[in-house]
């Protein structure tokens, strides 16, 4: 559950984030054990700020899209993600 109201809309990665910190939580906060959250948490987070620089570039406002576009967004870009060999 978001911590504020705009916990969501604010960062679209909070649902990796609430998963690393249930992760360390879970297993007394031995960093090793949750590495793969770590990773994905990175990755998204990754993700999104290219999303906000080009949106950016763009002049496309908000710079981070909408909760609502954001699955589209993804999809797009899962779509069109090379794919690794």
Not at 46 to 60: L, T, Y
Not at 62 to 85: G, N, Q, T
């Amino acid at each position: 559950m978001p911590r504020n109201n705009n916990a969501e809309r604010d960062n679209p990665c909070l649902k990796e984030q609430e998963l690393s910190y249930k992760c360390l939580h879970k297993n007394n906060f031995d960093r090793e054990k949750c590495e793969v959250y770590f990773v994905n948490y990175n990755n998204c987070k990754e993700f999104w700020n290219k999303v906000r620089s080009d949106r950016r570039a763009k002049g496309i406002v908000p710079y981070l899209p909408p909760v609502e576009e954001r699955a589209d967004i993804k999809a797009e870009y899962m779509k069109s993600k090379p794919a690794k060999i």
